[in-house]
C-alpha cells in the first residue's frame, strides 16, 4: 500500500516545495514595501480615530500603540507575510491544480489557467469588500462605542492579526463559486446536493462569521450575507456545469440496481 502511494507523496512534496519556496521569495519582497502596504492597513483604523475624536466630549482622536520592543519588527514580518501569501497565491493555485491534475482528463488539464486567474481575483474581490465593505462599518462601530468615556488606545501587534484574519476570512469566502465550479466539473457535486446541503450550510456560514469577525451583529451580517448569496450563485453555476439527473432517472437506476443485484443473488 505505501508503495502505491509513495509516487503521490513525492509529487505532494514538490508542490509543497515550489508552494513554500514562492511563498519565502514573496516574504523578501514584500518586507521591502511593507511600509506601504502596512499605511494602507491601518487607513481604516486611522478614518474610525479620527471620527472617534469628532464625536467624543473630550476631543481625543485616541492613537496607535506598540506595548514589545521590538512591536515594529514584528508587525513588519505579519505584514510582508500577509501581503506574500496574496502575491504568491497564483503559484499555490498552481501547484495545488498540478497535484491533482494527474487525476483528470484532458480536456479538464486544460483549465488550469482558468482556476489560477478565477481563484486569484475571487480571493483579491474578497479582501477588497472586507477592506472597503466591511472594516469602515466595524471600526467605527467598535471604536466609536464608548469612546465618550475612554480613549482608544490600539495596539498595533493586535490589531494587523484583527485586520489579516478578516481579510484572509474574506478571501477565502469568496473562493467558494471558483471551488464549487471545479468540484462540478470532476463530478464530484451538483446542484441538487448543494440545494440539500443549504440549511447546514447557513448554519456554518453564520458560525464562521462569528468566528472570523468582530463580535458584533452588523459585521458578522456583513459577512454572512455575501456568504449565503455566493452559496447561491454557487448553485446556479453547479447547475449549468454537472446539473442534477431528473428524479425519475434515479428511481429507474436504483430499480436496475435492485433487479440486477437481485439476479446476482439467485444465480
Not at 447547475?239 to 440496481?257: C, K, T
Not at 433487479?259 to 444465480?267: G, H, I, P, Q, R
Request: glycine residues 6%; aromatic residues 14%.
Amino acid at each position: 500500500m505505501f508503495e502505491d502511494l509513495k509516487p503521490h507523496l513525492i509529487e505532494l512534496r514538490k508542490r509543497l516545495g515550489i508552494s513554500v519556496g514562492s511563498l519565502i521569495v514573496m516574504f523578501f519582497v514584500m518586507f521591502y514595501f511593507h511600509e506601504p502596504i502596512l499605511n494602507w492597513i491601518v487607513e481604516p483604523l486611522n478614518v474610525a480615530l479620527i471620527e472617534v475624536g469628532k464625536k467624543s466630549l473630550h476631543a481625543a482622536e485616541g492613537m496607535v500603540t506598540t506595548s514589545q520592543v521590538g512591536g515594529a519588527f514584528f508587525v513588519a514580518l505579519k505584514v510582508a507575510f500577509f501581503a506574500a501569501i496574496v502575491a504568491a497565491l497564483p503559484i499555490i493555485l498552481a501547484q495545488i491544480w498540478l497535484f491533482v491534475a494527474p487525476g483528470l482528463y484532458a480536456n479538464e488539464k486544460k483549465m488550469i489557467i482558468p482556476f489560477i486567474v478565477g481563484g486569484t481575483t475571487m480571493f483579491l474581490v474578497g479582501v477588497l469588500f472586507a477592506y472597503y465593505i466591511v472594516t469602515p462599518f466595524g471600526f467605527d462601530f467598535l471604536i466609536t462605542f464608548g469612546s465618550f468615556k475612554f480613549t482608544p488606545l490600539i495596539n498595533i501587534e493586535d490589531y494587523v492579526g484583527f485586520f489579516t484574519k478578516i481579510m484572509f476570512g474574506f478571501g477565502l469566502a469568496f473562493e467558494l463559486p471558483i471551488f464549487a465550479y471545479f468540484l462540478a466539473l470532476l463530478g464530484m457535486i451538483n446542484d441538487r446536493m448543494m440545494k440539500e446541503f443549504f440549511k447546514y450550510a447557513v448554519i456554518i456560514i453564520f458560525v464562521v462569521a462569528a468566528l472570523l469577525t468582530p463580535p458584533d451583529v452588523l459585521t458578522q451580517m456583513l459577512m454572512a450575507g455575501p456568504l449565503i448569496i455566493l452559496y447561491g450563485f454557487s448553485i446556479l453555476i453547479v447547475r449549468m456545469v454537472n446539473p442534477a439527473p431528473p428524479l425519475e432517472e434515479e428511481d429507474e437506476d436504483e430499480d436496475e440496481e435492485v433487479a440486477l443485484s437481485s439476479e446476482d443473488k439467485s444465480e
